[in-house]
């Protein structure tokens, strides 16, 4: 056998090894990273009430939106309760951090925009102490260079990565129309959360007058993920966006609507107002 073939069957000999799955082997459910609410199951062990996953650590979500639609404050919102467990702000969502990182990258906005978003963040957390914030603005650098820096970064704080926000997902491509790099991103995103053990959270625009993701990045996308988070303008309170839950290979977390206080800051609204409630 040549070098070069035994170099492959060598190789090929790790791949399986590592992707073997022992189906005798009892494995934990992934861990939480964010939730919203609990539900009680029941269990070969008995009744047990666990966390409503938005996502767990090795998997990766994403949130659609049409333009302008307040993604990023949703986004904003996502971070701070992670980085403080629970917030003033956040209702009854909760982060699962346990001493891990929070990369967040944006691939859109200026540096003085950024650092906005950025600073809502802690403002909301409204902690002395957040710990690893990792704040990244992606706008000036090619598709290409900067899935080279997520990757740079990840490796980089391996062992430490917790939740990992990408808003721009569309941005890691040259066009979200091209199946191969389309194909790719996601294979990426996928790759990483495994990797490094950790939530990737990504955000994407909705084709207008559907609830599709653009492109067929978006399709990959929503094929991959655990969890499809949508937002939706609230048709009764103009001023409030919803949120739901669309897909999710696990239990989905409950409609929710978050409004925008005076001060620029998202927060969960208490009620929703459901018009045909008195018809069901």
């Given at each position: 056998?040549?070098?070069?073939?035994?170099?492959?069957?060598?190789?090929?000999?790790?791949?399986?090894?590592?992707?073997?799955?022992?189906?005798?082997?009892?494995?934990?459910?992934?861990?939480?990273?964010?939730?919203?609410?609990?539900?009680?199951?029941?269990?070969?062990?008995?009744?047990?009430?666990?966390?409503?996953?938005?996502?767990?650590?090795?998997?990766?979500?994403?949130?659609?939106?049409?333009?302008?639609?307040?993604?990023?404050?949703?986004?904003?919102?996502?971070?701070?309760?992670?980085?403080?467990?629970?917030?003033?702000?956040?209702?009854?969502?909760?982060?699962?951090?346990?001493?891990?990182?929070?990369?967040?990258?944006d691939t859109e906005q200026g540096t003085w925009h950024c650092q906005r978003l950025f600073k809502k963040v802690l403002d909301m957390a409204n902690i002395k102490d957040v710990g690893c914030y990792k704040t990244f603005a992606l706008r000036t650098i090619n598709y290409k260079t900067r899935i080279e820096f997520i990757e740079h970064t990840l490796k980089e704080n391996s062992g430490k990565n917790g939740l990992v926000i990408i808003d721009g997902v569309a941005d890691l491509v040259s066009d979200v129309n091209n199946l191969e790099e389309s194909n790719l991103c996601v294979q990426k995103i996928m790759e990483w959360s495994t990797l490094y053990d950790c939530h990737i959270l990504t955000v994407i625009h909705s084709n207008f007058a559907t609830d599709k993701a653009t492109g067929h990045l978006g399709s990959f996308l929503e094929k991959k993920c655990e969890t499809c988070i949508q937002i939706e303008q609230n048709s009764v309170h103009l001023n409030n966006s919803t949120v739901k839950c669309k897909r999710s290979r696990g239990y989905a977390f409950d409609t929710f609507s978050f409004s925008v206080n005076e001060f620029g800051l998202p927060y969960i609204v208490g009620h929703i107002y459901d018009p045909l409630k008195d018809f069901k």
């Amino acid at each position: 056998m040549s070098d070069e073939k035994l170099t492959h069957q060598m190789y090929m000999d790790l791949l399986k090894e590592e992707l073997t799955i022992n189906t005798n082997e009892v494995l934990e459910y992934p861990p939480t990273a964010l939730s919203y609410g609990e539900k009680t199951i029941k269990t070969p062990k008995g009744q047990m009430t666990v966390p409503i996953s938005l996502g767990t650590y090795g998997n990766f979500s994403f949130i659609q939106a049409p333009p302008k639609k307040r993604k990023s404050f949703l986004v904003s919102l996502l971070a701070s309760v992670y980085l403080s467990g629970q917030n003033n702000f956040g209702g009854n969502l909760k982060g699962h951090r346990d001493d891990r990182c929070l990369l967040h990258y944006d691939t859109e906005q200026g540096t003085w925009h950024c650092q906005r978003l950025f600073k809502k963040v802690l403002d909301m957390a409204n902690i002395k102490d957040v710990g690893c914030y990792k704040t990244f603005a992606l706008r000036t650098i090619n598709y290409k260079t900067r899935i080279e820096f997520i990757e740079h970064t990840l490796k980089e704080n391996s062992g430490k990565n917790g939740l990992v926000i990408i808003d721009g997902v569309a941005d890691l491509v040259s066009d979200v129309n091209n199946l191969e790099e389309s194909n790719l991103c996601v294979q990426k995103i996928m790759e990483w959360s495994t990797l490094y053990d950790c939530h990737i959270l990504t955000v994407i625009h909705s084709n207008f007058a559907t609830d599709k993701a653009t492109g067929h990045l978006g399709s990959f996308l929503e094929k991959k993920c655990e969890t499809c988070i949508q937002i939706e303008q609230n048709s009764v309170h103009l001023n409030n966006s919803t949120v739901k839950c669309k897909r999710s290979r696990g239990y989905a977390f409950d409609t929710f609507s978050f409004s925008v206080n005076e001060f620029g800051l998202p927060y969960i609204v208490g009620h929703i107002y459901d018009p045909l409630k008195d018809f069901k």
